[in-house]
C-alpha cells in the first residue's frame, strides 16, 4: 500500500508552467504571496504552490525571516504553502515584477523570457500546482517553507526535466495538445519531487509524508485514504495491516501528531467538504457517502469542524464562488493589460 499515491489521487490537482526565463546576473525576480495570483493563474482553486527549476547556473531563494536558500541547476525549489519571496543571483536596482508573466500564462504563451544586467546566466522554469485544502492535511502537513531537491540524481527526475525542457523549447509551435501535456509534467514533476523528498527526510523527521514513509503508520494512512468510509475502529485497521493496536497507535501519532481515528475523522470533513461543493447531494447522502451512520451524527460533526451545519455552509461557499467569480473578471484583466 502506497500512502502517498492514495493521498495524491484523493485530491485534485492541476498544475502549469507559466515562466521559462532566461536570466544574466545580476537579477531579480518577485514573486508575490500565491494566493494573489490564484484568481487569475487557478481559478477556483484553493490552494496554489509555487515552484522553480533550475537548468543552468544558480540563484537564491529570499524569503522574509527565513535564511536563504541556493539553487543550481538540476535543482528543483517548491515553495509549499505560497510564501511571497524573491528569486535572484545578485542586487539589481529594478526586480522583475513576477505578475508580469501572469498575461502570458492566461493567453496560453510561454516564450522564453530574457532580462538582467548581462552577466553570468540563469535559465530556469517557474511553475504552480494548484490543489485543494485537503492536501494541508495530507502530504503538505508538516512541510518546511522551503523544500529543494536535486532531481537529476535519478533517472526518473532527469528524464523528467529533459522532457519539460522540450516541451517548453516547442511551445511556440502551437502543436495540438501541447499543453495539456506540459500540464501533466509539471504534475509528475511535482510529484517526483515529494518522492524524492522522503528519500531524504531524517529518520526523526515527523509530519505527514515521514509518516508516509513509515511502514505501518504509511500503511494505515493508505487505507484510511482508500476507503474513508469503511467502518474503521483501532482494532481493525491495526488488524488489516499486520500490527498490533498499541505499536500503530504509537508510530501514527508519533508522525501525525494524533491517533489513527482522529485523523479519520478530520479526513472525512475535508471530503464531506468537496461534496458539499461539488455535488447536488443531499445532507444525508454526503453524510453517508464519508462514513457516517446518521444525519444527526454527520452535522454535529461537521459543525465542529467548519463552525457551520452542512447546509449553511454550502450556501457560504456558493455565495463567495460567485462573489470569486466577479473578481476574477477583474483580475484577468488586470493581468491582460501588464
Not at 210 to 215: E, I, L, Q, V
Request: proline share 4%; charged share 20%; hydrophobic share 45%.
Amino acid at each position: 500500500m502506497d500512502a502517498l499515491s492514495e493521498a495524491l489521487s484523493s485530491v485534485r490537482m492541476t498544475g502549469a508552467i507559466f515562466l521559462d526565463a532566461e536570466f544574466t546576473a545580476p537579477w531579480s525576480f518577485a514573486a508575490p504571496l500565491a494566493r494573489q495570483s490564484a484568481l487569475v493563474l487557478a481559478p477556483g482553486t484553493e490552494r496554489i504552490i509555487n515552484y522553480h527549476l533550475v537548468t543552468e547556473g544558480k540563484a537564491w531563494v529570499k524569503i522574509e525571516g527565513q535564511p536563504d536558500v541556493s539553487v543550481e541547476a538540476g535543482e528543483i525549489v517548491i515553495i509549499p504553502h505560497g510564501e511571497a519571496h524573491t528569486f535572484c543571483n545578485g542586487t539589481p536596482d529594478i526586480a522583475f515584477d513576477g505578475a508580469k508573466s501572469l498575461s502570458k500564462h492566461v493567453a496560453g504563451q510561454l516564450n522564453t523570457l530574457r532580462w538582467g544586467g548581462g552577466g553570468t546566466a540563469t535559465k530556469f522554469v517557474c511553475g504552480f500546482m494548484g490543489c485543494e485544502r485537503q492536501a494541508e492535511r495530507s502530504f503538505l502537513a508538516g512541510l518546511p517553507t522551503t523544500l529543494k531537491v536535486n532531481i537529476r540524481a535519478n533517472g526518473t527526475g532527469a528524464w523528467l526535466e529533459n522532457s519539460i525542457r522540450y516541451l517548453v523549447s516547442e511551445s511556440q509551435l502551437g502543436q495540438t495538445g501541447h499543453s495539456i501535456l506540459l500540464s501533466k509534467m509539471a504534475e509528475a514533476l511535482f510529484i517526483e519531487t515529494l518522492r524524492c523528498y522522503i528519500k531524504v527526510l531524517p529518520q526523526d523527521a515527523k509530519g505527514w509524508l515521514a509518516g508516509a514513509r513509515d511502514p505501518i503508520a504509511g500503511a494505515a494512512l493508505a487505507l484510511l485514504h482508500r476507503r474513508p468510509a469503511a467502518h474503521w475502529t483501532a482494532d481493525r485497521l491495526a488488524r488489516d495491516i499486520g500490527a498490533s493496536r498499541s505499536v500503530l497507535c504509537e508510530r501514527f501519532t508519533r508522525y501525525l501528531g494524533e491517533a489513527p481515528l482522529t485523523y479519520l475523522a478530520r479526513w472525512r470533513m475535508q471530503l464531506a467538504s468537496r461534496r458539499l461543493q461539488t455535488t447536488k447531494d443531499t445532507v444525508l447522502q454526503v453524510g453517508l457517502a464519508v462514513g457516517y451512520e446518521s444525519e444527526a451524527a454527520f452535522v454535529r460533526a461537521f459543525k465542529r469542524e467548519f463552525g457551520l451545519p452542512p447546509a449553511r455552509y454550502r450556501k457560504a461557499l456558493a455565495q463567495a464562488w460567485r462573489t470569486e467569480r466577479e473578481h476574477r473578471g477583474g483580475a484577468a484583466s488586470h493581468a491582460h493589460d501588464i
